[in-house]
Structure formats: structure tokens, C-alpha cells
């Protein structure tokens, strides 16, 4: 699962990422590669809530 952090990057102002490889956890910034190694991981997620799509009536659109 893949969490971002957006325009967070110190460097640029970018959208950061977390992940994690070989060597361990890890955030990196989408747009000029700015990388910086975690250690507690559980300090730096940050839920991102996703507004659903709104409900919409089709049975209103169709010409019946």
C-alpha cells in the first residue's frame, strides 16, 4: 500500500511518497527524487481521506 504526503517535500515543494525496499522504509518526493530514510514509520503516516463520487439517480437521464 502506498501513502502519500502531498506537497511536503522539502526541496521542492512536491508530493512525497512512502514506501519501502531491501534496506527499509523510506519517503521520496514524486517530482525531484528527494529521498529520506524512515525510522518509525508509525509517526509519519498520514490517513488521506477520498471523497467518494456523488450518487447519481440514472434512471432520471434515460428518456424512458
Known amino acids: ?6 506537497k511536503s517535500c522539502p526541496r ?11 534496506d527499509g522504509w ?5 517530482q ?5 530514510e524512515l525510522r518509525n514509520l508509525s509517526n509519519q503516516l498520514v490517513p488521506v481521506r477520498v471523497k467518494p463520487a456523488p450518487n447519481e439517480d440514472w434512471s432520471k437521464q434515460r428518456g424512458d
Open 1 to 6: 500500500m502506498l501513502n502519500w504526503k502531498i
Open 12 to 22: 521542492c515543494g512536491g508530493d512525497l511518497f512512502i514506501d519501502r525496499d531491501i
Open 26 to 30: 523510506f519517503v521520496q518526493c514524486l
Open 32 to 36: 525531484c527524487s528527494h529521498r529520506k
